[in-house]
């Protein structure tokens, strides 16, 4: 199973990845970091390799919801311009 899986509330829509990353923007909005945390303005950016090659690329996000834990998953739920979301992130130990 893979590390994450991000859920795009509003249809449900599903991805599981063992890699993302977030893109700073700058006022260009140009790529001007990747960074493994989320932050206002960032983006989620699923299965990124380089460059332009990546598997998604949400908006920015504009507000972090909620972060919250349980026994198996570290979860993120934000805003973006667009959608909601939920990264959950899988605890290393866990084999779910």
């Known amino acids: 199973m893979s590390k ?3 859920v795009r509330e509003n249809d449900d829509k599903r991805w599981e990845s063992d890699s993302i990353k977030y893109i700073r923007w700058d006022e260009n909005s140009r790529g001007s970091d990747i960074v493994d945390e989320i932050e ?4 989620l950016v699923i299965d990124y390799i380089r460059g332009n ?3 998604w690329l949400t908006t920015q996000v ?5 972060r919250t834990t349980n026994n198996y998953f ?5 805003r973006t311009k667009n959608s909601t979301y939920k990264v ?3 605890y290393e130990s866990n084999n779910i």
């Not at 206002?40 to 983006?43: Q, T």
């Not at 504009?62 to 909620?66: K, R």
């Not at 570290?74 to 934000?78: D, S, T």
């Open 62 to 66: 504009t507000e972090i919801l909620e």
């Open 74 to 78: 570290k979860i993120v739920r934000f």
């Open 53 to 55: 090659v990546y598997g």
């Open 88 to 90: 959950l992130e899988k």
């Open 4 to 6: 994450f899986i991000i």
């Open 40 to 43: 206002l303005d960032s983006s």
